[in-house]
């Protein structure tokens, strides 16, 4: 079911890692922006064609955990994922954080 509603960075991070997860090698951003896409299926202003760009909103967000790394809530920043020379990986500290995020949403969805 496609995403309307206006995603940002924190709503991106787990579907990021999830990809990763998945996967089960280092990624490219381009790879990664592909995999979340088909994960979250985004629609609406997540779409918005960004100007003087060939992308669109979302793709943005992707290149934004990238480009704020050094931010400390950032799941780079963090050591969940490791960036280099443009690749993605996710860690074994991104893989317990995943682990621990999704119980959490399990438990509060399914309680």
Same mark, same amino acid.
């Given at each position: ?9 924190a709503?991106i991070t ?8 998945? #996967? ?9 922006? #592909?995999?979340?896409r ?71 969805e399914?309680?």
């Amino acid at each position: 079911m496609p995403i309307t509603a206006k995603l940002g960075e924190a709503d991106i991070t787990d579907a990021a890692m999830y990809a990763l997860l998945d #996967a089960g090698c280092p990624l490219d951003t381009t790879e990664v922006k #592909a995999r979340v896409r088909d994960l979250l299926e985004p629609a609406g202003v997540n779409r918005t064609p960004l100007m003087n760009r060939n992308d669109q909103a979302i793709d943005q967000i992707i290149r934004n955990i990238v480009s704020h790394r050094d931010s400390s809530n950032n799941i780079i920043c963090r050591g969940y994922v490791d960036y280099d020379d443009g690749y993605w990986e996710l860690t074994d500290d991104g893989r317990a954080c995943l682990w621990r995020r999704m119980k959490r949403r399990f438990e509060r969805e399914l309680n």
